[in-house]
């Protein structure tokens, strides 16, 4: 009886590590045949250059992962990381001396006020996230517009300063890589090590017997939005700096590429599994793929069809082996 | 006793079918077509509103599948891309020299089977929720039709072919009537045959709709084909209005069609709403768009509007049931 149920629980561990060692196999097996085609892509610059590129991503499907846990979706991140990049966008430019903190203060906030209504709605009014999400995503683009009346801000119109958050070094990282770094050892601690975090996955994975068992969903899934607008909020001022110009349909259709990592990494869309290292390895691929694609001198127009393909495979390769394990463990029942 | 109870019985039917959602929707209709009349002396015009008709007749098509696709529980985020795909097929193949009205049946083909594909992988991966599969075609179409025509435009299509989005017969514009006509058929589909009731029985309960012997994958499977083949109509009328296509064309409808089915009354649960909602929500969205631009205001404000609605019209019912429960 305790033999059975020890190899059911360790077939289940090792499904959940079979897909992270199954990305990062892939990763490798990947990185190594574009290194054979091109011997400039395991260079330092350029691994480098494709952290910079996937560390908005990263960031993102980070909080994605929390709301796909608990069941939700959010479609509005694109929208809120325009608004919040647009309106730090364009206090700096008013404002040329304002320290480059302000500037990240002023989007986290904007992203946060975007989170805590959509979590509000969800939480209190009962709304289905993919419902709230959809329509506020068209509140918040159009707020982008209304307050930017139309116009870009660029790249002469913000200082120096504000420029360098994506562009300066902490400890020879580069900034965008130190916070997305930072984000990810956080939120490994606090959904793996504390009490709310825990409760996350609870909710996620039955949510009646979460609140029998005491806790408050409502209050969990406000917070999970919330979370979610805040990393929102702070994409879009790194966005906004990194590319120089904030615009009014920046980020537009971001979400799906971001759902899209958390899926490669693991990530169920039935909500209460999904881990914080498989998701970096989801980002990480997925920023591999946009990197790596031009190196070997793969058309631009043919990369956006691969992802898919690529997104199709692991996800059905996912399937195929649950289903397998699944039999085996039945089986092993009959013995 | 019995009588009173029969009575309240009727009394409560009654508030039921005036406090439905479609009579909220005709109301706001109503109200956005008095507002815009008001406001612009050129918009109360037959003529006018007729044409306007014509900007939104393409997604309106899309809306018609995808109403039975949120009934079933499901979504489908890939119509965008099928659109663009099979608009792009078609228009390459009429420049390499293939005759307009077969390359029209290609067009159509291709959305059918890109249904298809959603709808065989849906069916095959159970654990795969409709919204992966579809987002990863999505991709994948998209990225197709960037793979056809890279970055470059095709069009020059044969001058009869401008009749699908331009054309009229007597003063209704012809996109208008199919419009209609398919409308009418896919909503006696859905409300009078027993294939209809199937599909809200699934959207209910699929597992036990499978039990009482209803055919699910094979529902599922024929909703998403058809989903394809609308998508691909909707292309037709779309390729013929804008007179060329890009790859890029059509980006961004599927949030479009799902928000006018939602705003329609169709629960995102699946199982609830009904065409008529829809064909409302579709209306009172592309009418109130145009009277915007009549008067000027940019259709960003639109795009708050149309958010908030969304959302209001989930949670108002939603409060109200939650407070006469706390009254109770």
Not at chain 1, 123 to 146: D, H, Q
Not at chain 1, 233 to 258: I, P, R
Not at chain 2, 130 to 145: E, N, P
């Amino acid at each position: 009886m305790t033999r059975e149920s020890k190899s059911v629980t360790l077939s289940g561990k090792s499904i959940t590590r079979f897909r992270e060692l199954g990305l990062l196999v892939f990763i490798v097996i990947l990185s190594v045949s574009v290194q054979l085609r091109n011997p400039e892509f395991l260079t330092f610059e350029n691994i480098n250059d494709m952290l910079t590129n996937t560390a908005i991503l990263s960031i993102l499907a980070v909080g994605m992962m929390m709301i796909i846990i608990t069941r939700g979706i959010d479609l509005s991140i694109g929208s809120s990381l325009a608004l919040a990049g647009m309106v730090s966008a364009l206090t700096v430019s008013k404002y040329q001396n304002l320290s480059p903190f302000a500037a990240i203060l002023i989007g986290i906030i904007v992203g946060l006020g975007c989170g805590v209504i959509n979590g509000l709605l969800i939480s209190k009014g009962g709304v289905f996230p993919i419902i709230t999400t959809l329509g506020m995503m068209n509140a918040y683009r159009g707020l982008t517009y209304i307050i930017s009346g139309g116009r870009w801000v660029s790249a002469h119109q913000m200082p120096a300063a504000f420029k360098a958050i994506a562009t300066g070094k902490i400890l020879g990282i580069n900034n965008l890589v130190f916070i997305s770094i930072v984000i990810y050892i956080i939120f490994y601690y606090f959904l793996n090590y504390t009490r709310t975090g825990r409760k996350i996955y609870a909710v996620g994975s039955n949510p009646e017997s979460a609140k029998v068992s005491g806790i408050n969903n409502e209050r969990i899934l406000f917070m999970v939005y919330a979370v979610m607008g805040a990393l929102a909020g702070l994409a879009g001022v790194l966005w906004v700096s990194k590319y120089a110009s904030a615009q009014g349909d920046t980020a537009s259709g971001y979400e799906m590429n971001v759902i899209a990592a958390c899926v490669l990494g693991g990530v169920s869309i039935d909500g209460g599994s999904g881990k914080v290292p498989g998701v970096l390895l989801g980002a990480l691929l997925f920023g591999m793929l946009e990197n790596a694609l031009p190196m070997i001198n793969v058309s631009p127009f043919w990369q956006k069809a691969l992802q898919g393909v690529i997104i199709l495979i692991a996800v059905i390769v996912n399937v195929l082996v649950k289903r397998s394990v699944d039999r085996k463990n039945l089986m092993g029942r009959k013995l | 006793m019995k009588r009173a109870g029969a009575v309240a019985e009727k009394e409560l039917s009654f508030k039921k079918f005036f406090f439905q959602w479609e009579w909220m929707l005709v109301l706001i209709f109503i109200v956005i077509n008095v507002v815009n009349s008001l406001i612009s002396p050129y918009y109360l015009n037959l003529d006018n509103l007729l044409s306007a008709t014509m900007t939104f007749m393409d997604k309106a098509l899309i809306v018609l599948p995808m109403t039975f696709v949120i009934i079933l529980g499901a979504i489908d985020i890939s119509v965008g891309s099928t659109v663009a795909l099979s608009a792009v097929i078609m228009a390459v193949l009429y420049n390499s020299g293939v005759p307009m009205t077969l390359a029209m049946v290609i067009c159509i083909a291709v959305g059918t089977l890109c249904g298809f594909i959603n709808g065989i992988l849906i069916v095959k991966f159970k654990e795969l929720s409709a919204i992966i599969v579809t987002l990863s075609t999505m991709i994948i179409y998209r990225g197709t039709a960037y793979i056809i025509l890279e970055d470059q435009a095709s069009g020059k299509f044969p001058s009869w072919f401008t009749y699908l989005g331009w054309g009229y017969i007597g003063r209704i514009p012809f996109s208008l009537i199919v419009f209609t006509i398919l409308a009418v058929i896919f909503g006696l589909i859905l409300h009078k045959t027993t294939f209809g009731r199937r599909v809200y029985a699934i959207g209910n309960n699929a597992v036990a709709s499978k039990f009482s012997g209803i055919e699910v994958d094979k529902i599922r499977l024929i909703i998403f084909t058809i989903t394809g083949t609308m998508s691909s109509v909707a292309a037709l009328f779309l390729a013929s209005r804008m007179g060329s296509v890009r790859p890029n064309i059509a980006t961004g409808y599927e949030m479009e069609v799902i928000a006018a089915v939602v705003l329609g009354g169709v629960s995102s649960q699946g199982g609830k709403g009904r065409m008529i909602g829809a064909v409302l929500a579709l209306l009172v969205i592309g009418f109130l768009r145009y009277g915007l631009g009549l008067i000027n205001i940019p259709s960003q404000v639109l795009l708050i509007i149309i958010g908030l609605l969304l959302v209001f019209a989930v949670l108002i019912p939603n409060v109200r049931s939650r407070l006469s429960l706390k009254a109770r």
